[in-house]
């Protein structure tokens, strides 16, 4: 018998991306996985290690005095200008008990910018799930929508557009994307579309969720009549927030967490169906991005109870709030598997078999391999390939 | 029909020096099953480098005491504390956490690591795969 002693010993930071994820392959083996079109629907860069290469596209030549500025004075703000980066976001690798959330901090030999090192650790994660074709999106520009400046906001967002567009898009054709919309200023949303809806790669437009703007408002019918007409989904991105009313009366992360990851996108759903835009844009593609699955049923069930005594509070719905709900889209991370009776019935409700994309949030520290998926012992053959990839191939006319 | 199964085998796959108090060797045997060793009050245990939960790499994770939280006679809470009378490895990917000598998660009951006999012998340690 050949014993080797396995390298590294102890993962870190330090540690490759695929010596990370090799226990994937396991799955890979046992279901077959290289068998599947797997789409990954959620994933991430961290756009704050190519900081100074996305603040160079800022449009404003003001801005951009600033920005340089700010990292050639302050001490620690050469990755951090502009930025509204939450100082709570560092809890979330459990005191490093889970390295890859705080960096990919491996070798990368022979990159030249900070979009060739992104393009380069996408690569190494997609061999070792076996995915196929990965949506990637930023980090804490999701948190962008609670940045004290909206206009410095909408900046930043079209500098990280221009670059993601023009420095990681054309570099792996695998990778895709769902560019963030400057939501503060829907004029500035429909120019985001017009500039950057027919460049390859991009697939569909994102509403970052940690924002207190109501999606109803009469001021976001041209975007969504917009989209409609373009045949691109909209997708809504949960974040964490640790400091509002709610999130800001606990004490550990794990809480601030597990709710304000979900609660955002509650609000945004209640006032999206509430309001009737499903009735208003039946064509658009609506998908609700990294609050998991449980807190659909919650919703159906509740949503539905209010409606049937005060139908004339939501007077353009024709059906109650669980159709649209269970008409619109959902990725599959985090997904909380903790009670199998549960899960099904939860999958059941949404439709999963028709609605769900798998998505991985990798390198997140709760990230999701394929074979979650692959594994769903109440989920037939045909729903798990729909999950993994033929829904997204749908949803996104990824052809092929 | 029927099944046959391997026959079970000692491996010996390190010196005793190898794994220190506290430490952890892992290592892959016949290019198919990944073993690791940890030592605690002088005792080896071997798990199997698989998570319960997604299938991570736990035993190249992070070794680290159990947390465990204070409360005065009122059932305040003074804070939290490291348990030196424990040993906990972490699964890097997720974050699931074994107590080394039982392999098993300390508040997810079920959520536990594959045992492997393991035994030092004359300065070499063995484990029965």
């Given amino acids: 018998m050949s014993v080797r002693r396995l390298e590294p010993q102890e993962i870190t930071t330090a540690t490759d991306t695929r010596d990370i994820l090799a226990n994937a392959r396991r799955d890979t083996e046992r279901y077959g996985l290289d068998d599947y079109f797997i789409v990954d629907v959620d994933s991430h860069h961290v756009e704050l290690d190519s900081w100074p290469e996305i603040l160079a596209y800022l449009d404003s030549p003001v801005l951009r005095d600033t920005a340089a500025q700010m990292m050639r004075n302050w001490p620690q703000a050469s990755h951090l200008a502009l930025h509204n980066h939450p100082p709570g976001l560092t809890m979330q690798d459990v005191s490093g008990r889970i390295p890859h959330q705080a960096s990919l901090g491996e070798p990368t030999p022979d990159v030249g910018s900070g979009a060739e090192r992104d393009v380069t650790l996408v690569r190494r994660a997609m061999e070792a799930m076996s995915i196929d074709v990965q949506v990637v999106f930023p980090q804490p520009m999701l948190e962008t929508g609670l940045h004290p400046q909206p206009e410095v906001a909408t900046a930043l967002l079209q500098a990280y557009n221009r670059w993601f567009t023009a420095e990681v898009l054309p570099r792996e054709p695998r990778i895709r994307t769902m560019l963030g919309l400057p939501f503060e200023n829907p004029d500035a949303c429909l120019a985001t579309i017009e500039e950057f809806a027919d460049v390859p790669g991009v697939i569909g437009f994102l509403v970052t969720s940690q924002r207190h703007a109501g999606v109803h408002r009469n001021a976001y019918m041209p975007v969504y009549r917009e989209l409609e007409r373009r045949g691109l989904p909209i997708g809504f991105h949960a974040g964490p927030n640790q400091a509002d009313t709610m999130t800001s009366t606990m004490n550990r992360f794990l809480s601030a967490h597990a709710m304000s990851f979900v609660t955002c996108n509650m609000t945004h759903m209640t006032n999206w169906v509430v309001n009737g835009i499903p009735e208003r844009f039946p064509g658009l593609r609506t998908i609700w991005i990294e609050s998991g699955l449980a807190w659909l049923p919650f919703m159906m069930q509740r949503l539905d109870h209010e409606y049937s005594m005060r139908q004339s509070d939501a007077p353009l719905l024709t059906r109650p709030p669980s159709h649209y709900i269970r008409e619109m889209y959902y990725t599959s991370q985090p997904m909380e598997w903790t009670d199998d009776k549960l899960l099904a019935a939860t999958l059941e409700a949404i439709d999963a078999e028709n609605t769900l994309m798998y998505s991985s949030d990798w390198p997140h520290w709760d990230f999701d391999v394929p074979g979650k998926i692959a594994a769903l012992p109440f989920v037939s053959e045909h729903g798990k390939r729909n999950i993994l990839g033929e829904t997204a191939r749908k949803v996104f006319s990824l052809g092929g | ?129």
């Fill in chain 2, 1 to 129: 029909m029927t099944t046959t199964t391997p026959a079970a085998r000692d491996v010996d796959v390190a010196a005793a020096g190898d794994v220190p108090e506290r430490g952890r060797l892992v290592v892959e045997i016949d290019g198919t099953t990944t073993v690791g060793i940890f030592r605690f009050a002088g005792r080896l245990y071997a798990w199997e480098n698989v998570c319960a939960h997604q299938g991570g790499p736990a035993c190249q994770g992070r070794i680290v005491s159990r947390v465990r939280e204070r409360l005065d006679d009122g059932k305040r809470s003074l804070g939290m504390r490291f348990d030196e009378d424990t040993m906990h490895v972490v699964c890097p990917w997720h974050g699931y956490e074994y107590d080394v000598t039982t392999g098993r998660h300390p508040g997810v009951p079920g959520a536990s690591l594959r045992s492997f006999p393991v035994a030092e012998v004359e300065g070499r340690i063995r484990v029965t795969v």
